[in-house]
């Protein structure tokens, strides 16, 4: 099992910056990659970034790169998004997952733990 705790979201104005911090306790031996989704009102959760917990190879939704950046500490255990350039539309529910299944970093399927969200509301 592996256990997931985000932290860093809230409420930043336009053009603003915010950075996540997700904290993985438990068997995070077995993880492979780890991902950034994120969940705006009546919509889908969409997968935002993702990187490989060994080697740190990165996925980023087309639309978000250049404001979006993945990182992680392994010493800490910890997986980061900075975000800048915050818009009105990256107002979600952001969540942090880890899988242990190999394959594509772009694919959303295989995420078996989950944090319980932060919220991000950018203002216009």
């Known amino acids: 099992q592996v256990q997931l705790v985000e932290s860093g979201g809230g409420l930043v104005q336009a053009g603003g910056s915010l950075r996540l911090s997700c904290a993985a306790s438990g068997r995070t031996s077995s993880t492979y990659a780890m991902g950034w989704f994120r969940q705006a009102p009546g919509k889908e959760r969409d997968l935002v970034a993702a990187?490989?917990?060994?080697?740190?190879?990165?996925y980023y939704r087309d639309s978000l790169k250049g404001r979006f950046t993945i990182s992680r500490d392994n010493a800490k255990n910890t997986l980061y998004l900075e975000m800048s350039d915050l818009k009105p539309e990256d107002t979600a529910v952001y969540y942090c997952a880890a899988r242990n299944t190999i394959g594509l970093l772009a694919t959303t399927l295989g995420y078996r733990y989950w944090g319980q969200g932060t919220q991000v509301t950018v203002s216009s």
């Open positions: 990187i490989s917990w060994i080697g740190g190879s990165t």
